[in-house]
């Protein structure tokens, strides 16, 4: 079975260590060194967590020279983000029955 774009997308969103390369990217495209450099992590593993970036659409790589730059797409971003849009109504619409609710204990507690 093939996962779905999206599935692909959370999948590597939901490892902190591909969140950070992915906010490092937000600065510019970059080498494995430059996003090896604040992880406490080897090389070959940021290369693994690229790969898995890569396969999401989240991430693509070219060769400049004899230099590897990974760049951020942001378009999957765009995706998942409409995607959890849906649910923001919902959360919305729950904080505001939560604080009809304390403002009507209030006002009990105040009689």
Not at 22 to 27: M, T, Y
Not at 48 to 61: D, F, P, Y
């Amino acid at each position: 079975m093939q996962a779905q774009p999206l599935d692909l997308v959370f999948g590597a969103l939901a490892d902190p260590t591909r969140r950070a390369i992915l906010a490092r990217l937000v600065d510019g495209d970059a080498s494995v060194a430059e996003l090896t450099a604040p992880l406490a992590i080897s090389q070959p593993a940021v290369s693994r967590h690229l790969k898995v970036l890569e396969h999401a659409g989240l991430v693509s790589r070219s060769r400049h020279a004899t230099v590897r730059l990974s760049h951020l797409e942001a378009a999957p971003l765009r995706d998942a983000t409409d995607w959890l849009e849906r649910y923001r109504a919902f959360w919305e619409e729950s904080f505001e029955r939560l604080d009809e609710l304390l403002e009507t204990l209030r006002e009990r507690s105040a009689d």
